[in-house]
């Protein structure tokens, strides 16, 4: 999505006029990257520092509040906000783990183990994914091996890039791994089946929309963050006025 999209974008959300609902479904949210500085314009992923604060400033007054707490993803709450990460990326030890660890907020991150073995320094290496994994609050989740498009991949395909990435993932950080995100938001029936078989409970996927808890375990909606997205639109997102996307994404 680029400016002009969504400047338009915000402009269709502002203008909704349902009121805030946080009581019936779960929020789950997909952060990426966090950096010290604003992202350019075409990376629409990476989420400044000064906003990401702003986000949790947010997060800490709704979390106050009995139906929009911060709950982890495989919570018992069918109401609530969940907090997730994708990819593996350094600044989520280095940046985002201190700061939601210090609010006492739950959070996943989900992993690619190639990313973590790649060398590079965009991603965490193998001991900041241990110190990571050890950080109060924190769940590892699998985001397949080789971040491929698993819905394109035969079933014997799909099999071993998330049996390796369980099994890399659990003898790494010595703890059990059963959440997964789709890469790409990438899955069909067969992936479905197959996570299943391998032993994960919960996965994330891209498609945006709201958790109604207990029917889609497997195929659990996320709220895609922005790189444009200051308090305000994490307000908008968080009260369902961005939730006519959920027809095109």
């Not at 702003?54 to 709450?77: C, F, G, R």
């Not at 109401?79 to 985002?96: E, H, K, N, P, V």
């Not at 201190?98 to 965009?122: C, M, R």
């Not at 790409?184 to 391998?198: D, K, W």
């Amino acid at each position: 999505m680029n400016q002009v999209k969504y400047r338009l974008a915000k402009l269709v959300a502002s203008a909704q006029r349902n009121k805030p609902n946080y009581q019936i479904h779960r929020r789950v949210l997909m952060y990426h990257s966090i950096s010290e500085y604003k992202p350019s314009g075409r990376n629409i992923y990476t989420l400044s520092q000064q906003y990401f604060a702003q986000h949790v400033e947010l997060l800490l007054q709704l979390h106050k509040t009995e139906n929009s707490k911060i709950v982890k993803l495989d919570s018992a709450d069918n109401s609530g906000i969940t907090i997730t990460f994708d990819d593996g990326y350094r600044d989520t030890l280095t940046i985002a783990a201190q700061i939601l660890s210090d609010k006492s907020f739950p959070f996943t991150v989900f992993v690619s183990s190639a990313n973590i073995t790649s060398g590079e320094s965009k991603f965490l290496n193998r001991q900041e994914l241990i110190e990571l994994s050890k950080t109060s609050g924190v769940t590892i989740g699998s985001h397949g091996h080789a971040h491929t498009h698993l819905g394109e991949l035969s079933p014997s395909e799909v099999f071993s890039d998330l049996q390796h990435s369980k099994d890399w993932l659990e003898q790494v950080i010595q703890l059990p791994v059963t959440t997964l995100s789709y890469p790409h938001g990438s899955y069909n029936s067969e992936v479905l089946r197959i996570a299943a078989e391998i032993g994960f409970e919960y996965a994330a996927t891209s498609k945006w929309g709201v958790y109604e808890f207990g029917t889609q375990k497997l195929e659990i909606p996320r709220i895609d963050i922005w790189s444009n997205d200051d308090r305000r639109g994490l307000e908008q997102k968080l009260s369902g006025k961005w939730d006519w996307l959920k027809r095109f994404i």
